[in-house]
DNA sequence: ACAAAGCGCAACCCATGAGTTGCATGACAC
DNA sequence: GTGTCATGCAACTCATGGGTTGCGCTTTGT
């Protein structure tokens, strides 16, 4: 479905730094990010927008300020995928695929 | 390490077609691969540069052609870094880092 | 009421990358 | 030996995307 917006999203090793601190630090800021990051808020904020067409984040307005917080269903789709590619002559991957067939979140 | 590459390499969506094409007839050339997709061999063989430079492809010379097959095991790498990012909140990424662990091939 | 904090939008650089054409080279067929 | 097929390399165009600055809006605190 949504797979390329995933990847694209995934390929900025910035925006997979950003990824990774909402996942650990849920609730958090897009200032709070930009202070841990050597780009500006504006950058992290465009980020956090791509990640959002990817649906791998969500935003919620709070105030004057907006908590975001990581969503892991558009992953299993990524895995998904890379398990198909490689299940042909891999059954390691295949055994993933296993893992996740039947279980996508929402 | 070089989880990078894989998915700087997994972003095009040509580029994943490829990286598809090639798993499924593996000992492909570049010619073959360009007469199934809507652009030029130069193309194609650029795509197979960036994903043999993230190890997801190997190429062989063998008289005037080049044999393309696919080796998966970058894939694990991405998968293992998708699955740390959900594990935190989401079990059923944590399955899948699991399964990836101890055996990641050569 | 006023100042500061946090955010979103818009315009603007600039580098990277996907794609192209052109050409030169090495291997195969006859 | 000559023509052809597949490849590799180089130069070039052009769009996309990461990053920036600047501004205006809403919310909070005093």
Redesign the pocket.
Known sequence: MSTDLVF??L?????RTVLDTVAARQGI????L?ADL?????????????LADAALVE?E????????RATPAPLTDAIAWMANVGAAWDDRLAALERATRGRNGS
Chains 1, 2 share one sequence.
Do not use: N, S, Y
């Open positions: 694209t999203a390929a900025d090793p910035t925006r800021t897009a200032t709070q930009a050597p780009v500006t808020r504006q950058a992290v904020a465009k980020h956090l927008q791509v935003g307005r709070a105030g004057r300020e907006t908590r975001w």
